[in-house]
């Protein structure tokens, strides 16, 4: 296992570098040079332009200013950001929580809710309620997100009034941030109502963003659930007598459920890219919102660092399937 | 696609042997096989009528795209009290007709989707092809540089591109392009290894085929299958890619009526004007579903030992 951790941990070294190289080389494509960009909107004499230059050490080649870059990425300095001068790193795992709380649940929404339904349509192969389920889940996978967001907010918050329209939490409760996970927060605050508040304001967020997962899981869970059905061992398991519920539930659930695992890890690319629109759309202060007033504010050294970020993110949880695949399934483990 | 069988079925004429019954033209049999699936054409209806409206946008239009009735903001639908017959769907802020707005939007959909289906496969053809027939450090450099492409979220890189390029609908199409190309070099690569060790690539070799020849007259064609589900399912994924690009106003600049543009300031009405936001979304979700349900029905139709 532990071999099998390194050879893995291995693969990531190349791309980790390449992904540097990318966010490095990212700063010094867009047009203009680097100061100009630091130095954002306001002008800056010639004199102090190559004293910054000199400072930054953007006089020296570019190999030398690549390997000082990840120096720094690697002791966690990420730069400042022009807007409010703080570590960007320092922004980043503010706002991350907000972000991961609410992708937490939208996997939560998807899983609850795709699973079950994968499972019934595969059990139930072609019959109207599979179909209805099939149809259903390409729809969802079709769904553009930041639409699906407005639609559900006319519908729930502006027509029906039950859930708010943006943000994490209601001006009327203070809630001294401790974890910044606002549903941890508020249960170790003593405001009333504040927990269920903050899970009036996740729900509509949460939906919007695990529709496509929800979709994707519905989907994969369905096939792989056909895949198993067809298998002599399910025969043996309805041969020998055993209660429908028990083979599928049992018998082949197990088995079915082992490329599921493998799709609900690649769902975390999808939902951070999809965190980029939820967000924006319900005001949520995540990484997703941040990055794009990032963007339109010309604050490079975020988006920089922020992209960084999010991919070394992604290739972490990439590791931690692969892990977890190579444990449920041994075949994994040991093919080489 | 249009159902024409007698183009199909004319094929060099003379070559078939006129003894017994002959095998279906493996155009005619892909047909065949897409059409038992009803979910596929049912696809490909809307798809044509979307492809006929964007053509013909001009005349199908009742109102020019840009043109502001003063005095006709925020009209709503027709059937909806207050609205009136001849803005069909309402009309927008500045008294836009959104009918004729939506219609002028499929042109430009469906040719994001086009621009970036040709430009992703075309390079992620060549790319694939010279990572799987090359093999050693070709394809170590080009498969990593695919990795990195793809441990960035699609529309988080897209967005990077367009910060480096500049917001506009041409920087974006080009962003998603790029954003597709590791998928597309994947899925080549993959075919290519796989056909390099087969027996008519080896006889070609033998027969003096040199590099060129063998790359791309004997090995691409027999690697298309795949190429062609991914390019139509990518298609798809390119229209939602290039409206959110629209949404988050990186994409096509105002007043373009580009559907996921025409969203981006659609969010002030959630509130007063639920046509105006409605209407756009629609569009795109019909259209991105009729390409998904083409794309699965193709991918059936062209590997049945995937069909469920």
Known sequence: MLRFFLTKLAGLIPTFFGVTLLTFAMIRLIPGDPIEILAGERGITPERHAALMKQYGFDRPLLEQYVFYIGGVLEGDLGKSLVTKKPVLGEFLQLFPATIELAFCAIVFALVIGLPVGIFAGVNRGRPADHTVMALSLTGFSMPIFWWGLLLIILFSVNLGWTPVSGRLDFAYFIDP????????????????????????????AIVLGTIPLAVIARMTRSSMLEVLSEDYIRTARAKGLSPLRVVGLHALRNALIPVVTVIGLQVGTLLAGAILTETIFSW?????????????????SVQGGVLLVALVIMTVNLIVDLLYG?????IRHAR | ?????????????????????????PAKELWFSFCENKGALAGLVVIVIVSLLAIFADLVSPHPPLQQYRDAFLTPPMWVEGGRAEFLLGTDDVGRDIFSRLIHGARYSLLIGCIVITLSLSSGVLLGLSAGYFRGVVEELIMRLMDVMLSIPSLLLAIVIVAILGPGLLNAVVAVAVTYLPHFTRIMRAAVIGEMTKEYVTASRVAGAGRLRLMFATVLPNCMAPLIVLATLSFSSAILDAAALGFLGLGAQPPTPEWGTMLA???EFVQSAWWVVTFPGLAVLITVLAFNLAGDGLRDALDPRLKR
């Open chain 1, 327 to 331: 444990l449920i399934n041994p075949r």
């Open chain 2, 265 to 267: 300031k659609a969010r």
């Open chain 2, 1 to 25: 696609m249009p159902a024409d069988p007698t183009t199909v079925a004319v094929a060099e004429p003379g070559s078939v042997p006129a003894s017994g019954p002959a095998p279906l033209h």
């Open chain 1, 178 to 205: 401790i974890t910044n996970f606002m549903l941890i927060d508020t249960l170790l605050s003593d405001e009333q109502g504040a927990f269920l508040d903050a899970l009036h304001h996740l729900v509509l967020p």
């Open chain 1, 285 to 301: 202060p995540g990484i997703g919102k941040w990055l794009v007033d990032s963007i339109s504010r010309r604050d490079y050294p």
